[in-house]
């Protein structure tokens, strides 16, 4: 049985530097998008660049750490609905919370994309709990009758970025993202 060593705690002053690292890049991500500099984020938190380096290695450790609260809420609502008497509403209004999600950070949704099956970024750990938390809420839609056999999560959960990084395009139109959801999970049939 392998056995693993607990990572030792920070010292004080480096506990303080990476939290002062998170709050700037969150208030520069959400300022800038993901694509905000580096550079800015160490200068604002009262930092070297290579100190921030040493916290996060890569653009993506970092996003995956300002992200990390955001991520346990969208699991945590994903339990929450997987009580619903409603699967495929349950389904539909998780997928509405990572597209609004996705939407408080420009670039995120494209980052997620591109993360969601390269094993070597650090986001993709983030994709990792979506699609488990997905896969129970479709599994349910699917077993309700609601939606076909054959859906695939990894399928949603692209086309969920895709409405997220359309609407960030075109940030006149506030329901843009939802009215694409709706129409990517109903369809375009007539009701009578």
């Not at 002053?13 to 700037?24: C, S, T, V």
């Not at 969920?160 to 049939?189: W, Y």
Request: aromatic share 4%; charged share 25%; with cysteine.
């Amino acid at each position: 049985m392998a056995t693993t060593t607990p990572a030792r705690p920070m010292r004080a002053d480096a506990r303080r530097n990476y939290d002062r690292l998170l709050a700037e890049a969150r208030l520069s991500f959400a300022a800038h998008g993901t694509d905000a500099s580096l550079e800015d984020i160490a200068r604002r938190a009262g930092v070297g660049i290579g100190t921030l380096y040493r916290h996060f290695p890569n653009r993506h450790a970092l996003m995956k750490a300002v992200f990390g609260e955001a991520l346990t809420a969208l699991v945590a609502r994903s339990h929450e609905l997987a009580e619903s008497d409603r699967p495929c509403t349950a389904l539909v209004d998780w997928l509405g919370a990572i597209v609004t999600h996705a939407g408080e950070y420009r670039g995120l949704s494209r980052a997620l994309m591109s993360a969601s099956h390269d094993t070597t970024s650090a986001l993709f750990e983030c994709c990792v709990p979506l699609r488990e938390a997905g896969t129970r809420l479709l599994a349910r839609a699917v077993d309700s009758g609601h939606v076909r056999p054959g859906v695939s999560v990894d399928d949603l959960l692209q086309l969920t970025n895709a409405i997220a990084l359309a609407a960030e395009q075109t940030p006149s139109d506030p329901d843009m993202a939802d009215r694409l959801l709706k129409l990517t999970l109903t369809g375009l049939a007539s009701r009578g």
